[in-house]
T-cell receptor, first 114, second 114 residues
């Protein structure tokens, strides 16, 4: 049981490049989400999904796209990278999303945009 | 006003000390409350949920005061391994729904020295 996995661990992009951050979980969790963490700030929700085929925007969705074609996978796409997207990105999953379930986080992807 | 505000920290305490962290939340409709722990350059992990009656897990005690919208975490007999950042987290459902989202405080850094 690997839990939540993320790839890559580190990435450097140039402004304007696009890329996909991968996230997978093997716990059969319905709820998955993406956060970014910046120095001096709490984790901020980018996008989330309550099940395969269902996604919605969080607090800071601009510049990011998501899709959820399977229960296991929830990739995050950066459409045209900007220096403001330099951050640590965490994927998380939980059994449901009624506020009582533990959120399991992946190890994070450290992204630098030059 | 931020949804969740925490003590600015950092806290530097000797082994064996008792240390307390405070947190306030701005929305009275918040429903569930948690403390997460985040080690340096790692992902957040659930430390404990916080219940209205207060709850204890070994050396850790969490308290919730709904009237004051205040959450606390007390660590007794601090260990070197307690050094980490402690995140105050609040869940609030969307109006008319059981679905909602987590709101994270910025975190309070704790260093326990020998």
């Amino acid at each position: 049981n690997a839990g939540v996995t993320q790839t890559p661990k580190f990435q450097v992009l140039k402004t304007g490049q696009s890329m996909t951050l991968q996230c997978a979980q093997d716990m059969n969790h319905e709820y998955m989400s993406w956060y970014r963490q910046d120095p001096g700030m709490g984790l901020r929700l980018i996008h989330y999904s309550v099940g395969a085929g269902i996604t919605d925007q969080g607090e800071v969705p601009n510049g990011y796209n998501v899709s959820r074609s399977t229960t296991e996978d929830f990739p995050l796409r950066l459409l045209s990278a900007a220096p403001s997207q330099t951050s640590v990105y965490f994927c998380a999953s939980s059994y449901s999303y009624t506020g009582t379930d533990t959120q399991y986080f992946g190890p994070g992807t450290r992204l630098t945009v030059l | 006003r931020k949804e969740v505000e925490q003590d600015p920290g950092p806290f530097n305490v000797p082994e064996g000390a008792t240390v307390a962290f405070n947190c306030t939340y701005s929305n009275s409709a918040s429903q569930s409350f948690f403390w997460y722990r985040q080690d340096c350059r790692k992902e957040p992990k659930l430390l404990m949920s916080v219940y209205s009656s207060g709850n204890e897990d070994g050396r850790f005690t969490a308290q919730l005061n709904r009237a004051s919208q205040y959450i606390s975490l007390l660590i007794r007999d601090s260990k070197l391994s307690d050094s980490a950042t402690y995140l105050c987290v609040v869940f609030r459902a969307d109006r008319g729904s059981t679905l909602g989202r987590l709101y994270f405080g910025r975190g309070t850094q704790l260093t326990v020295w020998p």
